[in-house]
């Protein structure tokens, strides 16, 4: 990202927004540019505090601010008068950039009456293209690049190394199977990955990362005695990600974030349309509904041709 850093330690510039993994790192290409025209400025994010706090240590963002901090709830209380904590914290920027609440009337007013200067953004942007590209229309930079990379810490490529060593696996010699998502009626079944691995075992081993909503699918790969990584913090994820060959996975953030690092891979789609929500970066989509439908030989075809390669910028 642009530096923001120290500079303009006098100009704040904050970005509101309320989304999960994937639809964060689809605005990256717009907080980008934010960054860029406020160059001298500090740019702040308010997001899912776990969340904000990821990218912004990733990139070059100043500082993250949680979305649930109890000044922005004071921006929808009832009442004439604007609390005067919400006023102290918001009239601290000297520009806003809100993609919540932009339909919320009273938030509005509120916001505007505190800000120095304030836009407002739809969190879900209108039209049939890219997500991605909807936010920067939104900011009027539509022709802007749609470079949503992120940068894995020092600790995030310690703790991935040490998986890797832990499991007997090889940085560039593993495939990231990401099985999960945020609803199941999105995901592919847990039994074609773990087949899916085993039919890729000649030529390279599999690597299952699991979230707390994927605890059921584990015997799936135990059974075949595929490697399993679960409890993982983010940037564990960001790190093995950054050192696999290539990952497979379901419409996710996880599979968006895989991107970010710069991992080429297989997203799979059933309900949601790859042309609005596939991971920008060297992700190929298969498309399909329902997503039950995609076959195991088809992405057995995506992946083998992609590990074939060498990932750009390794020997």
């Not at 592919?188 to 605890?215: D, N, Q, Y």
């Not at 309900?271 to 399909?288: E, M, Y």
């Amino acid at each position: 990202m642009h530096g923001c850093g120290a500079k303009g330690a006098g100009t704040r510039v904050l970005i509101i927004f309320p989304g999960a993994l994937g639809d964060l790192i689809c605005l990256i290409p717009t907080i980008r540019v934010i960054a860029s025209r406020h160059a001298s400025a500090q740019i702040e994010l308010m997001a899912r505090h776990e969340l904000a706090r990821f990218v912004v240590e990733r990139s070059d963002l100043a500082r993250a601010h949680s979305i649930d901090r109890a000044e922005v709830a004071q921006l929808f209380a009832t009442g004439a008068e604007v609390p005067t904590d919400a006023e102290k914290f918001f009239g601290g920027f000297a520009r806003i950039y809100s993609f919540f609440a932009a339909e919320d009337a009273r938030f509005r007013r509120r916001l505007s009456a505190i800000a120095k200067e304030v836009s407002f953004h739809p969190f879900a942007p209108p039209g049939d293209d890219h997500v991605a590209r909807g936010y920067l229309r939104s900011i009027a930079a539509a022709g802007a690049p749609m470079d949503a990379s992120l940068e894995p810490t020092p600790y995030d490529r310690i703790a991935a190394a040490a998986h890797l060593e832990r499991l007997a696996l090889e940085p560039d010699r593993f495939i990231l199977v990401l099985p999960g998502s945020g609803s199941r009626w999105k995901n592919w079944p847990a039994e074609k990955f773990a087949e899916l691995a085993e039919r890729l075992s000649t030529r390279m081993c599999s690597l299952v990362i699991l979230g707390p909503a994927e605890s059921g699918l584990k015997s799936a790969f135990h059974d075949r005695q595929i490697a399993t990584l679960d409890a993982l913090e983010l940037g564990e994820v960001a790190g093995l990600a950054e050192s696999a060959r290539a990952f497979v996975g379901n419409d996710s953030g996880i599979a968006h974030l895989a991107a970010a690092v710069g991992a080429p891979g297989v997203v799979l789609f059933g309900l949601t349309q790859p042309a609005r929500w596939r991971p920008l970066g060297a992700a190929r989509a298969v498309w399909r509904e329902p997503i039950a439908s995609i076959t195991i030989d088809e992405v057995t075809a995506e992946l083998t041709e992609i590990i074939a390669k060498p990932r750009p910028g390794r020997l």
